[in-house]
Each structure stands twice: as C-alpha cells, then as structure tokens.
C-alpha cells in the first residue's frame, strides 16, 4: 500500500487537480468528435422506417444488405414490400476477377477482383427515389502459386469485404437519393 502511494506520488498522479486534467485531456476528444456531428463509418441516415430488398441478389449480397441496413441505420428490413416505405430491387449481382500480371514465369502473378450490382429504389407509390444505377468494387489480389490455399482464403475475405462495401455504397446513394429535391415535372 505504501508503495502504491509512492508510485501515485512520483507520477503524480496523487494530486485530485493532476487527476481531472489527466481525466479532461483523455475524454476531450470524444467530446469534441460528438460536439461535431461525428458518426463512425458504416452509419448512414436513411429516412425510412423499413425497406424491402426485392429482385435477385445473391445471398452473400443480400445477407450484407441486411446487416448494413439493421446495423447501420435506424431502418428495420421488411420481408414483405407491402410493410415497406422503400423498395430496393436488386437487378442484377456479378462478380468476376481478370488476371492483372504475370511474374517472370509466366505465372500468373496478380488478380482484379470485381463486383458489380445493379439496382433501383422506389417508394410503395412507385415514384422512383434511385433509377436504374450501377456500382462496383474492384480490388487488386496478388496470388503466388506456391500459396494457393492461403490466397483463396485472402480472395474470399476481400470478397467478402468488397460485398460489405457495395451494400454499404448502396444504401448510400438511396439516403443522398432520397434527401436531394426531386425534379418536377411540368
């Protein structure tokens, strides 16, 4: 006991002013980062109650799609469309990887990874919120043949975090979407 005293003395950590500037200096930036409207990333405001993902996605993708939406939103996911404020149709889900590089071999060296999804939203009124519209993800893999378990494993987590991405670009581009003014017609 008498040693932890000491060792509070030296570092100064004794003193109750010391204490709450030590305590101040360490919380401030939290503080300053809520103070600002700081989000984490992954957090998207969609201002609907519930959304529907219809069409054909994959079930990786549409496994992603509802993870984004019931982790990152306030936003429940409806199985139904019929229960739901928005519509959000998948049309269609590829992915594909090209080869990217040979080393001095002519063993391939080097993947592109890609996937692209194509989808539309709209309300249950069926005014359009997204058109037809495109995204992809690509990363670049490097593959050594005398690894090739341990690069399939890499290639189905960069996939799998590629999904995650496009679910997340998804939502996204329906929370600007839906925020931005529509254009009337006359």
Same mark, same amino acid.
Not at 141 to 150: H, K
């Given at each position: !006991? %008498?040693?932890? *005293?000491?060792?509070?003395?030296?570092? &100064?950590?004794?003193?109750?002013?010391?204490?709450?500037?030590?305590?101040?200096?360490?919380? /401030?930036?939290?503080?300053?980062? !809520? &103070?600002?409207?700081?989000? !984490?990333?992954?957090?998207?405001?969609?201002?609907?109650?519930?959304?529907? =993902?219809?069409?054909?996605?994959?079930?990786?993708?549409?496994?992603?799609?509802?993870?984004?939406?019931?982790?990152?939103?306030?936003?429940?996911?409806?199985?139904?469309? %019929?229960?739901?404020?928005? =519509?959000? @149709?998948?049309?269609?889900?590829?992915?594909?990887? @090209?080869?990217?590089?040979?080393? /001095?071999?002519?063993?391939?060296?080097?993947?592109? *990874?890609?996937?692209?999804? &194509?989808?539309?939203?709209?309300?249950?009124? &069926?005014?359009?919120?997204?058109?037809?519209? @495109?995204?992809? #993800?690509?990363?670049?893999?490097?593959?050594?043949?005398?690894?090739?378990?341990?690069?399939?494993?890499?290639?189905?987590?960069?996939?799998?975090?590629?999904? /995650?991405? *496009?679910?997340?670009?998804?939502?996204?581009? #329906?929370?600007?979407?839906? %925020?931005?003014?529509?254009?009337?017609?006359?």
């Amino acid at each position: !006991m %008498k040693r932890d *005293l000491k060792h509070l003395h030296q570092i &100064g950590l004794q003193n109750p002013l010391r204490r709450s500037l030590l305590a101040l200096a360490l919380i /401030s930036p939290a503080i300053t980062l !809520m &103070g600002c409207g700081y989000r !984490m990333r992954g957090m998207v405001d969609v201002p609907y109650k519930a959304i529907a =993902i219809t069409g054909n996605p994959s079930p990786p993708l549409r496994a992603d799609l509802q993870r984004v939406i019931l982790t990152g939103t306030d936003t429940k996911v409806a199985i139904n469309p %019929k229960d739901a404020d928005l =519509i959000l @149709e998948i049309i269609n889900d590829t992915s594909g990887q @090209e080869i990217l590089a040979y080393n /001095s071999n002519g063993q391939i060296s080097a993947y592109r *990874l890609t996937i692209r999804a &194509g989808f539309r939203a709209y309300d249950t009124a &069926g005014a359009e919120i997204v058109p037809d519209s @495109e995204i992809y #993800v690509t990363r670049d893999l490097d593959f050594s043949v005398s690894t090739v378990l341990a690069s399939d494993a890499q290639k189905q987590q960069f996939l799998g975090v590629m999904r /995650s991405d *496009l679910a997340i670009q998804i939502l996204r581009r #329906v929370a600007a979407s839906a %925020k931005a003014p529509q254009a009337k017609s006359f």
